[in-house]
């Protein structure tokens, strides 16, 4: 049985959490509490990761931590559509693999805001604040421009990737850290979108949102 | 233009921001907005706090015909603003005081127009604009509206633009492009009026 | 450096928690904020707690309570409000989390003392959409205890707690000692006569901004301290997002500015019994 170490408050295990739910994939989780018995610092869990991080994926032996190299990972082996990480498009994995790098700014700015404002993590706070105001403004911009030409995800050819998993976290949780996505508005969509995808699950801190059918 | 700025229409957001069971964030002159068009196309316009414990209804859901708040499951009719529901109490009608304030509403031009007080006359009247413009991005400016303004009046674009002044120190650009131009055309020109607004809200924020 | 010192005398004089003893590493300093007051804090080798003033450091009284630092930048109480239940030997007690949110300390109280959001906050753990009705309650303002009460509060719960295996029809009493804490007890589903308590004590950073400590004290024999903790945290990181879109942030004290109902009657009594008092921090006053 697939064992995913996460936290139920964690931001990076979001995005792992989203793509199993998505791909329907049997697995048990193993809570590792980092907040306050920062049990990611013990021994038998830096055995299994030494940057003492959640999320990681045992499957079957596969270990692997860091949420993105877990989502390539469960695209790549568990997708039969093979449309969340198309490894036969060279094109898309470029754009994702860059949409990925984008999601990691995301998350040291964003999400550093967020577990500052909420645990108080030490971190330069209006750095981190200028910088995911940034991020956003290039994002607004360029969903809205894929919007103009039919397209609803960060990366073209009509599906959703694994890149706007991994983006999507630290965006819908922007909030805690002081960051309002009023002036996104392009951002906003995507996230109703993201959220309108069969398998979607919420965590705390994320509203559902109310089916796009019917009338 | 002359007028109160309270009395005066002010473009908030643009069609294509209101799509299927969608809540738009919106602010015009300090007051938070709650933008939603219901399955049958009227658009409302509240004030965006829940009359029960002020939750934003921006955040709520929108299900074609009634907005629901994510508090306590307040349900709020389209049309009316009243509170058709509250789940604490089931059986019980909602006092018909609990509605929500309205802000009127003119779709023209691909915008949606809205005032603090009802204003006067339609829309940009006035102003000899095609049916169906180019609706340009809006472009979000943390800079007052009367610098932006005055800066756009150095511009010479060919574009017709609004601003539509947020709070007192931001604004958003909204321009259209009147004609339309053909649809070859289409993306380059959303594309350089982008750029050449963004270009100024550089400018603008630096100095502000 | 200049620094504001509270201009609410009734706040002022009121002893506030400001930290989890347990997150504190023996000989360590940390720092934060209490009424826009920056503070910093210590236990010394011999376990003592220290909290003294950052600018100029002048010592503060301390006190430690339900495993908390609590001190004030007034006139001190002679005690904090007393929670007999947290010295029976086998409760688990232990602090939650303490989690800052962008919003005022009343708000978060209030939003504590609510059953109406179960179903739609909480939903699955304390409330579903299949059973919305609050039935009517009993609130009582004690002038002699100088506390809230709200009692015979009953709702339809999935999960709980982390000791339940099916839905029940929990019991709650509510109870608001202070202007910023609030603590439920609600029927054990081990011991039909006993009650889990839980604690909320707000540390009010500024008017907007807080510090909510959550006490564990409950009955369970079966959960490890973890599991209990993970319970409480996703529960509040559920209301987080609710109440940092909740606006104006302060709490408005004036009965006219929202619409409550029925089922709010124990906010209605809290909102009134601080207008009593005459709080003015963290709340927008009804207009004189």
Known sequence: MMILYDYALSANGYPVRLLLGMLAIAHSTHFVELYPGRENHTAWFRNINPLAEVPVLDDDGVILCHPQAILIYLAARYDAQQSWYPASSAPLLGAIAQWLGFAHKLSETAGAARLHDSLFVATDIDAARTGAHRLLRVLDEHLWFAEQSGQNWLCPGGHPTIADLAAFPPIILSEEGGISRQEYPAVRRWCDRVKRLPGFTIMPGVFPAGPAWGG | ?208 | ?288
Request: charged share 25%; net charge negative.
């Open chain 2, 1 to 208: 233009m002359s007028g109160a700025p309270d009395v005066m229409w002010y473009p908030v957001a643009a069609s294509h921001d209101l799509p299927f069971r969608h809540v738009f964030h919106a602010r015009l002159l300090d007051q938070e907005l709650a933008v939603w068009r219901a399955d049958d196309g009227f658009i409302n316009i509240w004030q965006n706090r829940c009359l029960h414990r002020g939750v934003r209804l921006s955040i709520g859901i929108n299900d074609g015909r009634e907005l629901k708040c994510q508090y306590h499951g307040w349900r709020y009719a389209n049309r009316t603003a009243g509170c058709t529901y509250i789940p604490a109490h089931p059986d019980r009608a909602p006092a018909r005081t609990i509605t929500n304030r309205v802000f009127p509403c003119v779709e023209r031009y691909g915008l949606i127009w809205s005032a603090l007080e009802t204003p006067e006359g339609e829309p940009a009247s006035g102003l000899s604009l095609d049916e169906n413009p180019l609706v340009l991005r809006g472009i979000a400016v943390r800079a007052p509206s009367g610098t932006v303004s005055r800066a756009l009046q150095d511009f010479h674009t060919g574009a017709t633009v609004f601003v539509q002044p947020t709070d007192r120190a931001g604004c958003v650009i909204r321009g259209l492009i009147s004609p339309a131009p053909e649809a070859a055309k289409r993306l380059e020109t959303l594309r350089h009026y982008n750029d050449m607004f963004s270009a100024l809200r550089d400018t603008a924020e630096q100095a502000a």
């Open chain 3, 1 to 288: 450096m200049t620094h504001q010192f509270c201009a609410d005398p009734v706040i002022a004089d009121l002893w506030h928690p400001i930290a989890a003893r347990a997150d504190i590493g023996a000989g360590q300093m940390q720092e934060t904020t209490l009424l826009d007051e920056p503070l910093a804090y210590t236990i010394d080798d011999a376990g003592n707690p220290a909290v003294w003033r950052s600018a100029g450091a002048q010592s503060l009284p301390v006190l430690e309570r339900y495993g908390y630092l609590w001190t004030c930048l007034g006139n001190a109480p002679p005690d904090i409000f007393p929670i007999p239940e947290y010295a029976e030997p086998d409760r688990r007690r232990f602090n939650a989390a303490s989690i800052g949110v962008h919003v005022s300390a009343p708000r978060a109280v209030e939003n504590f003392l609510d059953m109406s959001h179960f179903p739609y906050v909480h939903t699955g753990i304390l409330g579903d959409e299949t059973h919305t009705e609050v039935k009517e309650y009993d609130v009582e303002t004690s002038t002699e205890r100088d506390e809230i009460l709200a009692t015979r509060c009953r709702f339809f719960q999935p999960k709980p707690s982390t000791a339940a295996d099916h839905g029940v029809e929990v019991d709650y009493i509510y109870r608001v000692p202070h202007p910023y804490c609030a603590v439920l007890y609600k029927s054990s589903v081990i011991d039909e006569a006993r009650h889990d308590v839980i604690g909320i004590f707000v540390q009010p950073m500024t008017q907007e901004r807080i510090r909510a400590h959550m006490l564990i004290c409950v009955l369970d024999d079966r959960s490890t301290d973890a599991t209990i903790r993970q319970f409480q945290q996703v529960v509040f990181g559920q209301d987080k997002p609710i109440l940092e879109n909740q606006l104006p942030k302060r709490l408005p004290l004036d009965p006219k500015a929202e619409s409550p109902v029925r089922a709010d009657k124990v906010s209605i009594a809290y909102r009134r019994w601080l207008a009593h008092k005459g709080v003015t921090y963290g709340v927008i006053p009804v207009a004189a």
